[in-house]
């Protein structure tokens, strides 16, 4: 990209301005503001293009929004730089997405803009010191100048122009920022922002025989004068054309590596012009052939779910697919999938977990070869701007990936399959936006007029109740693949197994010899626990004092591994503490148990076992995830302790033991889903037992055995488990029969949070007072030094209604904001929360 210079800039405001840019930029800002676009760069101006626009002396590159010839009345736009692609990096109907969920998220389209873009197609602004030539400092007058500001004026002198990078280079100091801001003012220099182009096309360099060797009897008479002056080019030469007639054409990393020869000999081959290199851009993404091949039938009652969802999705664009566990429904998306794309139409397979793509994209490449990519947060940044390049031009047909994947550029969407649509992970927590990628999907579904299959052996509430009042078509998948039996669910009563000290029993007698026999079969275990470290906190056995975060009002949890004691609110690690700050005394000991415990003692109690662990701390790679799921579908580990990452929807047909170790955690959490995400969970979790013979067994360790939900869980009854929770939830108005608005109110000072948080119910209350509730502190109330007072909205499923209530929260906001007590109170508004 060419170096905006200043007389480019100021020969715009001449320019004869006809018409206007709506732009957004990656900012919070109330609306999209306007540029006028100069005639120079009207031709060339589209929706969609990125351009190069000054706000408050800082450049930005935005995406044009809308064009229009009407000019703004109340002030006169400022003109647009510079325009840098030359067609758009986005369509239509995503800006159409980002509208919407800037409108029905409560955000900014600068925040969407900022989730949606690959980092490499955002433009990232560095300052430049320029040279100024009128400068009336005269450099060698010693008394003028500081001896920092001296070095920086003498390279600018000499160079013309420095980088932010180069002057602290130049300095070696902390803070070079008081140095430039003198220079400025002494007018020596002025600073200059340059937007700078972060990707870079990926380039290999090829090898190719010139054309005075191409001829046979040529070549021959080269080796045979080339064997006895150069034996080692010849070689090399040799396997370049063996590789050539294997492969089509010939890298240099990959020639050198193969021969095994040096970068002299293949320099040789060059200078005597034998072969020739040419350096080309190449894609970073492993190429497969586009062949689609599905050689598999579908069970009679895949079939009938099949066609029944064609035939619901003729009628409503939206169909629920509510297939038990190992029922198969992959394979009938796989159908799906090949009968969108014979029509010409691309497809987006969405899966909660980037866990789950790396074993689904293996399935699905072996049926749909280069057609279909996948697409998470763990690529790197220039191959998620190879992949959004492929997709807004139709080239991928296919995409996996999780809830980020929902902002490609699709060319031609057909359909959306929605995998394990309840899954929480569909819910983006933090930053702004904060979008539930299953609702997202439906509305980016309808501005292309394609259909959207929701998936789940446990749907959402919200789904199921759409699906049942008619709003989806709904298709039930009620017996397994083969028909294999649904796993048996056993109960350990742990107040039975009550230990001396009263400390929680992590692995009960039946438990461990289920684990025994099950080995003893050359079968799989997998062990479940929704907490990870070592132990979730240490106790002065003395006095009873908790180690707590100084940041957050929330124990430390203790991982062996690092000797650490850590905050999973925000991250701090602490040293592991031997003496009580409380008491004094050095008598502490570890409550409860996490993954990293239970592995160790795992392996105590089955020394030959090979024994792992799946969680947030031992995954943290690329491929981490991917490798571990491997080595336990080959059978080389007989044991996989994990959290929840270990259950969702992953197929292993070797494992016939589940074992939930803490069913009370699950089924004991403060909130109105608790009922619905603990069925879910360990109905998903007992769904990864005996897929492929029948023979699954789940064993759920629980105090309270008694409590309804397990009995719908060993019955698998998903509709008696919503039965039971409609119920109760029709009387509370909450989801899925009223909306729900979460407030929070974020400060240093509690008492200044709950001040704004009281002044807003006082503005809500004229009109919302009978859905309002709070305001009230979380659990964990302090995060981040920040303390948390929340307000919760329970509003009736009215669109009027949720309109003005929205519109009433923003100005209620800029009020409070607006008195300067409560100018840093930070306010969170999340629709839906999950």
């Known amino acids: 990209m060419s170096e905006l210079n200043p007389t480019t800039l100021f020969s715009s405001h001449s320019d004869k301005v006809t018409h206007y840019a709506e732009v957004i930029i990656p900012l919070l800002l109330p609306i999209t503001y306007t540029w006028a676009i100069p005639i ?30 009407q000019k703004p009345k109340a002030f006169t736009p400022k003109p647009l730089l510079n325009v840098l692609d030359e067609e758009p990096v986005v369509h239509v109907f995503q800006l159409k997405l980002w509208h919407w969920m800037a409108t029905y998220y409560m955000c900014s389209e600068g925040e969407v803009m900022q989730a949606a873009i690959p980092a490499n197609l955002k433009l990232s602004s560095e300052s430049i010191l320029i040279w100024n030539e009128e400068t009336n400092y005269d450099l060698n007058d010693g008394s003028a100048l500081t001896d920092h500001e001296f070095l920086v004026a003498q390279a600018l002198e000499i160079k013309k122009e420095l980088r932010m990078t180069e002057v602290n280079q130049l300095l070696d100091i902390g803070n070079v920022y008081p140095v430039i801001k003198k220079l400025i003012d002494k007018q020596i220099c002025f600073v200059w922002e340059e937007l700078r182009e972060k990707f870079t096309p990926k380039t290999e360099t090829f090898l190719a025989l010139t054309p005075a060797y191409q001829d046979e009897s040529k070549l021959s008479g080269l080796f045979n004068e080339g064997k006895q002056a150069a034996p080692k080019q010849m070689e090399l030469l040799l396997s370049f054309l063996h590789f050539m007639k294997k492969d089509g054409e010939v890298t240099r ?7 095994n020869a040096s970068a002299a000999q293949l320099k040789g081959l060059i200078d005597k012009g034998i072969l020739i290199a040419e350096k080309r851009a190449t894609d970073r993404l492993k190429r497969l052939p586009l062949d689609v091949s599905l050689q598999f039938d579908l069970s009679p009652a895949q079939q009938n779910a099949f066609d029944a969802i064609n035939q619901a999705l003729l009628q409503k664009p939206v169909c629920l697919l509510h297939g038990v566990t190992a029922s198969g429904k992959t394979l009938v998306y796989m159908k799906l999938i090949e009968q969108w794309m014979n029509l010409g139409k691309q497809v987006l397979y969405m899966l909660p977990e980037i866990a789950l793509t790396a074993q689904m994209i293996r399935r699905l490449q072996q049926h749909f070869g280069g057609n279909i990519a996948i697409y998470h947060s763990k690529f790197n940044p220039n191959e998620r ?190 040293p592991v503490l031997h003496t009580c700050a409380a008491c004094g005394s050095h008598n502490f000991i570890h409550k409860n148990f996490g993954t990293e415990k239970l592995e160790e003692m795992v392996a105590g109690h089955f020394p030959n076992a090979r024994v792992a662990r799946m969680d947030y701390d031992t995954v943290k790679g690329k491929n981490d995830q991917d490798n571990l799921i491997k080595l336990f579908e080959q059978q080389r580990i007989d044991i996989l302790v994990g959290t929840q990452m270990v259950v969702k929807g992953l197929d292993f047909e070797h494992v016939t033991l589940v074992g939930i170790i803490d069913g009370d955690g699950i089924l004991h959490f403060a909130d109105f889903r608790v009922n619905e995400r603990a069925f879910q969970l360990m109905e998903q979790v007992s769904g990864r037992a005996g ?119 923003l100005h209620q906001i800029a009020a409070i904001q607006s008195d300067k007590r409560y100018r840093n109170v930070g306010i969170v508004i999340d629709v839906d929360p999950v």
Not at 41 to 63: D, F, H, P, T, W
Not at 426 to 440: C, F, G, I, N, W
Not at 509 to 533: C, D, H, S
Request: charged share 20%; proline share 5%; net charge positive.
């Open 40 to 69: 120079h760069l009207a031709s060339v101006m589209q929706i969609g293009l990125r351009v190069e626009v000054e706000l408050r002396n800082k450049k930005y590159a935005g995406i044009v929004k809308l064009i229009t010839d």
């Open 253 to 259: 990393a990959a020639l050198l590596k193969k021969a």
């Open 385 to 574: 701007v190879e992949i959004w390049n492929k997709v807004k031009t139709g080239q991928i047909r296919v995409v996996l990936g999780a809830r980020s994947s929902l902002f490609l550029p699709f060319m031609n969407l057909g359909l959306i399959v929605v995998d394990e649509e309840h899954d929480g992970s569909y819910k983006q927590q933090d930053p702004a936006p904060r979008y539930h990628a299953r609702d997202a999907a439906i509305y980016y579904a309808s501005l292309y007029d394609a259909k959207v299959l929701l998936g789940s052996a446990t749907p959402a509430l919200e789904s199921y109740y759409n699906a049942l009042q008619g709003k989806y078509g709904l298709v039930n998948l009620t017996e397994r693949y083969g028909n294999v039996a649904m796993p048996t669910i056993e109960l350990i009563d742990l107040k039975l197994l009550a230990t001396k000290d009263k400390t929680k029993i992590a692995l009960s007698p039946q438990m461990l010899a289920a684990i025994e026999q099950t080995l003893a079969a050359k079968k799989q275990v997998i062990l479940f626990q929704n907490r990870r470290g070592y132990s979730p906190y240490m106790l002065c056995n003395n006095c009873g004092w908790i180690p707590q975060c100084q940041h957050c009002n929330v124990s430390l949890t203790y991982h062996k591994s690092k000797n650490k004691l850590t905050c999973h609110y925000c991250a701090t690690t602490y």
């Open 691 to 809: 897929r492929k013979d029948g023979k699954g067994h789940v064993l759920i360790q629980v105090s309270n055995v008694k409590h309804p939900v397990l009995a719908f869980v060993q019955q698998h009854q998903y509709p008696l488990l919503y039965q039971y929770e409609t119920e109760g939830r029709r009387g509370y108005q909450y989801p899925p029969f009223n909306r729900i608005i979460l407030l929070t109110f974020k400060h240093k000072d509690s008492y200044v949070a709950e001040e704004a948080a009281l002044q807003m119910m006082t503005g809500l209350s004229a009109y919302y007072k009978p859905y309002l509730n709070g305001p009230s502190q979380p659990p964990v109330d302090r995060i981040r030094n920040q303390y948390l007072w929340e307000i919760l909205l329970k509003l009736p499923k009215d669109a009027a209604t949720i309109q003005h209530c929205k519109q009433t929260l």
